[in-house]
């Protein structure tokens, strides 16, 4: 009998492995999946509840009966898929007004054996792709940052100037988190980021340093976008300079002076065809490496602290901006 609807816990594929495999399962069998907090939008069955509640917080298990007494009080037949089983008492409930009950492992399946009226033992099938994760184009385009950072209508700019322009791009992006974000925002962020650049966007974690070192080698082309513009202290255009990746930021009145278009980075705002010649980025990332080392090295920064002899003016940092 074909689902209605999948139900589940999880629903940010970006964080959870059960959310990878409830889109998955989802798509597969061309049905709506709603995260639990949505369970008032069934109004029939069957439905398919796919949960794993180790791990929840406390709230979880609320809605998680909320949406049980829903379902019981419309009448509404479902299924169960169980992730795990610790024996909660929500999970109890679940199991016992359930038609049958889907377990992802044998271990799972023999946990419930005379505790419900069907249980099949399953399993979850692969959930990364078999494509290629990386895709190596025309023009390889590696974007890094905090997350609640990335600048959207910069995005949909330099989106469009590429297809304008007929270039074949791969996009790949690489997001981390301040400690006060909620990690949920990259679902979102990530679904907006997708419809800019269709399927050429590839997500790829939470990179390490030493993974990040590795892709701007490989990188045609670092897009640092930031509220405003590039700042004297956005570390990551530093590090793709330092490493001779051309930048493509967007700059202001408050950017570093010695930051110059076409010369040692790029402006999104003066983008033209031209800018992606494979000789004019190597000599723009080549020039960005000397001139990073030169305006904002770590040996005259530390010179700033040591310093007695004057007070510094604004005008003793190098990377003072001025009227552009």
């Known amino acids: 009998m074909r689902f209605d609807a999948i139900l589940s816990s999880h629903s940010n594929p970006y964080l959870s492995g059960v959310a990878r495999f409830n889109r998955h399962l989802s798509q597969k069998l061309g049905v709506p999946l709603y995260p639990i907090q949505a369970y008032q939008r069934l109004t029939r069955g069957p ?10 917080e406390p709230e979880d298990f609320k809605i998680a009966a909320m949406a049980m007494s829903h379902m019981k009080a419309r009448g509404i037949v479902y299924d169960l898929f169980l992730h795990s089983y610790d024996g909660y008492d929500i999970e109890i409930g679940l199991i016992k007004s359930s038609r ?62 590429l297809k304008e322009a007929g270039i074949e791009y791969s996009l790949w992006v690489s997001t981390a988190f301040h400690e006060k974000a909620r990690f949920g925002d990259f679902d979102s ?42 700042r004297a202290n956005n570390t990551s255009v530093y590090a793709a300079m330092e490493k001779g990746c051309p930048v493509l930021t967007n700059c202001d009145s408050f950017s570093p002076s010695w930051l110059m278009d076409r010369e040692n980075i790029l402006d999104i705002h003066k983008l033209d065809r031209a800018v992606f010649d494979p000789v004019l980025l190597k000599k723009i990332g080549m020039r960005g490496k000397e001139d990073v080392r030169r305006f904002a090295h770590w040996d005259d920064l530390l010179k700033m602290f040591v310093r007695e002899d004057e007070t510094h003016r604004l005008t003793d940092y190098p990377s003072t901006a001025y009227p552009r």
Request: aromatic letters at 10%; proline letters at 2%; charged letters at 25%.
């Open 100 to 161: 049958r009950v889907f377990c992802a492992n044998a271990e799972i399946a023999a946990e419930l054996k005379g505790k419900a009226s069907e249980v099949l033992s399953v399993w979850c099938p692969r959930l990364i792709e078999a494509e290629p994760v990386i895709e190596m184009r025309e023009l390889n385009i590696l974007s890094f940052g905090m997350v609640h950072k990335l600048q959207i209508h910069c995005h949909r700019r330099l989106a469009h100037f």
């Open 47 to 56: 439905v398919l509840i796919s949960v794993k509640f180790r791990a929840c």
């Open 189 to 230: 962020i990530g679904r907006e980021l997708e419809g800019i650049y269709d399927r050429r966007v590839q997500f790829m974690g939470f990179l390490s340093d030493g993974a990040v070192n590795y892709f701007l080698s490989k990188a045609h082309l670092l897009a640092a976008f930031f509220e405003g513009g590039v």
